[in-house]
């Protein structure tokens, strides 16, 4: 899904332009309704990382434990930002942001821990959007 949705310039928040979400067949039949799960990776997990492209997703069990329980699984991405050379000894937040962290101690705005921070307000638009979404389906 299009990050942009959630937040009109995703990258000035840490977010990569693209998220990914998961549905099971069985949300999708019948009119089950089906919980929702936000999942959010770990630092050099981000499916922008080169290592990484999906593995977050496909290999951490997420899908198979979503099928068996009737949970829908968004996977938001961060956006790591490529090292520069020429920076002899960076800062933490240099690489947090380098690693593709979320925001954990005020990377992108001081409110990062509650929910009026810019990543949690973008993960609160998620969730509404697929909540509405889930109506629908």
């Known amino acids: 899904f299009p990050q942009s949705e959630l937040y009109q310039d995703p990258p000035s928040i840490g ?3 693209e998220g990914y979400l998961y549905v099971p067949d069985t949300c999708e039949i019948n009119g089950n309704h089906c919980r ?3 999942a959010l990776h770990g630092c050099l997990q981000s499916a922008d990382l080169d290592n990484m492209k999906q593995a977050y997703i496909t290999e951490t069990g997420y899908v198979e434990w979503a099928d068996t329980n009737n949970i829908i699984v968004a996977f938001p991405q961060t956006v790591p930002i490529i090292f520069d050379d020429e920076l002899q000894i960076p800062n933490l937040d ?8 979320w925001d954990i101690y005020g990377l992108y ?3 990062y821990y509650n929910k009026n921070g810019r990543q949690m307000q973008a993960i609160r638009r998620l969730i509404d959007k697929i909540v509405r979404l ?3 389906i």
């Open 134 to 136: 889930e109506d629908t």
């Open 36 to 38: 929702l799960h936000i």
């Open 15 to 17: 977010l990569s332009k």
């Open 109 to 111: 705005d001081w409110e």
């Open 94 to 101: 240099f690489l947090m942001r380098m690693n593709g962290c």
